[in-house]
């Protein structure tokens, strides 16, 4: 694919979700921490629904502490993994508190050293919470990347690399917010929904399919 069938792509991602941002339920940096340590092997819908009953009651480091591991465990158990995710969440929280006056770090490294906290994860809080140009490849953004040919790569830290060097700059805030949303509702893993894709003309799947109009994907 070359830059300009890429920049054409994030044009039209541009045009029709001018402010993308994440579907997970947040107010503050530390809120969107806790909830994409939630989200690994689950759903955005999911993990809304364990923070909405976490959060009112429980949104600093200081009170999930004090909610304690067990007290953790009984808001976030509809979550998967939720034992060793309330784990990791305590230790990151009592991290948070000793070393960086209970606030999260807006660097790389630091937030990697979290318990919990992948590059993945970094990278969502690099971009949503403090503004970064970073890519949070997830399977999804994996998927749109090699199908399209916007991206192509074995691993998600070679699609990750391919994306900051080819994706245009203006595009880079939000350009796997756009990515994220186009792989969940219509590059779809099962069904891609082509017909009604607005990048179709651009995208480089040779396999292009047909699906019916009401198929959710």
Known sequence: MNKEKRHAIFERLQAA???????????????LLIAVILSAQATDKGVNKATARLFPHASTPEAILALGEDGLKQNIRSIGLFNSKARNIIKTCAILIAEYQGKVPADRESLESLPGVGRKTANV?????????????????????????????KTPLEVERKLMRFVPRQFRKDAHHWLILHGRYLCTARRPRCPTCIIRDLCEFAEKVRAPADDKG
């Open 17 to 31: 979700n001018p402010a993308p941002t994440t579907e997970l339920d947040y107010a503050t940096p530390f809120e």
């Open 125 to 153: 809080v690099l971009n949503t919470a403090f503004g970064q140009p970073t890519m949070a490849v997830d399977t999804h953004i994996f998927r749109v990347c090699n199908r399209t040919r916007i991206a192509p790569g």
